[in-house]
């Protein structure tokens, strides 16, 4: 006799088996719900996309605010305010650094001794018992057993003294003062109670000034460190100008190209960046029969309409004339921001094709230098103008921010369309399973009963009945 048992646990389907049909009733449920699940199947791959495509904006959207905000910082007032440098044309001998208003123009200057400081050397007798030590009238205890680095310590830790010590191999110490200049025969007096210090003979040195001309003029100074030989002009003498004369150059006051030159390439690194990501969206193809969440959100952007106006604005910003400017400083071409061909002819690169920035760094020197009033007034309105094309896309209520709303809306709608249809399709598979099992159920008695009447009659016929 066949039968069927079927069973459940909370929240699990039916479960079938001893079909009595012969028949694979789970095979058949669970192809019939795979039918009835392609409409939520087609609308978890919508979702998938939509929630790919709403990512993939805000993404392009925060690139595109960033932008915005670096290129207002052509704005500020700071990045071309005035200032004077100098130049020299051998730091490493002498170096120069403007600390106010400075006479613009050249100078020579020539380095035929350094300053330096009065030194002494003695040898070292670690003391059998407490002594005395007098330098320069500051009076130091040596204590029994102490050691030629612990005397150094003591004497450079000493606000008061008036030299550094310096420990040597086999423990000779050097006292140097701690200015440097001239000091004559009299220089570092030592008075020691004891022998711990003595004396090394003919190698005391005294104290020098620095000795240097300007424009032919002699000069001496007690510190290496010069303010006084060029008017507004600091000199820090490093080395003596064996091979001629160093060339130092006041610069008049005006904008730093430095500054400028390192906005404008922190801004075209940014700027390029922003480029190459919306422009590999915008090739990327879609999926021909995507079968995951990260196929079904490939290609989301492939040739969006609107991100290839924006690139195409923001390449035409580059080389349109901006109104009211005069026409040889009218768009940042002028000072050497470029794109390059928009075209592949001639062997033009990639990034040149997608309108990705290069800076001619000569250019934007001698555009600041020549004009540097015209150069700030471009660059501010040129950003202004292309802050306006950027932030009415990505600014807070821009077309994205339209548009990922847009996004989010759907699917919220389909999240809760497939949350629906899920319970409906639980139920739907629950009934099927019962059906089934009731099914199997009737068959089974049937055939109970067939076999039972079968029997009765073959008991009767064997009785002759």
């Known amino acids: 006799m066949s039968s069927v048992s079927v069973s459940s646990t909370a929240g699990s389907p039916v479960t079938i088996s001893g079909l009595a049909s012969g028949l694979d009733t789970s095979s058949i449920i669970s192809a019939l719900m795979t039918a009835e699940r392609q409409p939520l199947t087609r609308l978890t791959s919508e979702q998938e996309k939509l929630q790919a495509q709403e990512k993939q904006l805000q993404s392009v959207q925060s690139s595109l605010q960033q932008l915005a905000f670096a290129a207002s910082e052509f704005t500020l007032p700071s990045l071309f305010e005035t200032s004077q440098t100098v130049t020299s044309s051998e730091p490493t001998r002498v170096s120069a650094a403007t600390t106010s208003g400075a006479g613009i123009g050249g100078h020579e200057v020539e380095v035929t001794q350094l300053a330096n400081s009065a030194q002494r050397t003695f040898t070292f007798t670690s003391p059998a018992a407490e002594e005395t030590l007098t330098i320069d009238g500051t009076e130091l205890t040596l204590k029994a057993g102490e050691t030629a680095k612990e005397l150094a310590g003591a004497i450079n830790s ?14 000779t110490l050097v006292l140097s003062n701690r200015a440097t200049g001239a000091t004559g025969g009299e220089f570092i007096k030592v008075s020691d109670s004891g022998t711990a210090l003595v004396e090394k003979e003919g190698t005391a040195k005294e104290g020098k000034n620095a000795e240097y001309t300007v424009d032919g003029v002699a000069a001496t100074s007690a510190s290496n460190t010069v303010t006084n030989a060029i008017a507004g002009v600091t000199l820090t003498l490093n080395g003596l100008t064996t091979t ?4 130092i150059n006041v610069q008049p006051p005006g904008a730093s190209v430095s500054a400028v030159e390192t906005q404008v390439q922190s801004f075209i690194k940014l700027y390029n960046s922003t480029i190459e990501a919306i422009q590999k969206q915008l090739s990327t193809k879609p999926i021909a029969k995507p079968t995951s969440a990260a196929e079904f959100g490939t290609g989301t952007l492939f040739g969006d309409l609107e991100l290839q106006s924006l690139l195409a604005n923001m390449r035409q910003s580059m080389y349109e004339p901006i109104a009211g400017l005069s026409a040889e400083m009218s768009n940042p071409a002028d000072v050497g921001i470029g794109t390059g061909a928009a075209s592949g002819a001639g062997g033009t690169s990639q ?12 250019k934007l020197s001698e555009a600041i230098h020549a004009n540097p009033e015209g150069v700030q007034k471009m660059l501010q309105q040129w950003s202004q103008a292309l802050q306006s094309t950027l932030n009415s896309v990505a ?6 921010e339209a548009r990922t709303s847009g996004d989010a809306s759907q699917i919220l709608q389909l999240t809760s369309q497939i949350t629906t249809m899920n319970e409906m399709l639980a139920v739907r598979e629950k009934a099927l399973q019962a059906t089934y099992a009731q099914l199997e159920s009737a068959l089974s008695r049937n055939s109970s009963q067939a076999a039972w009447l079968t029997s009765q009659e073959a008991s009767l016929t064997a009785s002759g009945i």
């Open 158 to 171: 000493n606000s008061s003294a008036t030299v550094y010590a310096a420990v040597l191999e086999g423990g």
């Open 244 to 247: 001629g004369p160093v060339t």
């Open 395 to 400: 600014a807070p209520g821009g077309t994205l």
């Open 351 to 362: 990034a040149a094709i997608e309108g990705q920035l290069t800076l001619n760094a000569t």
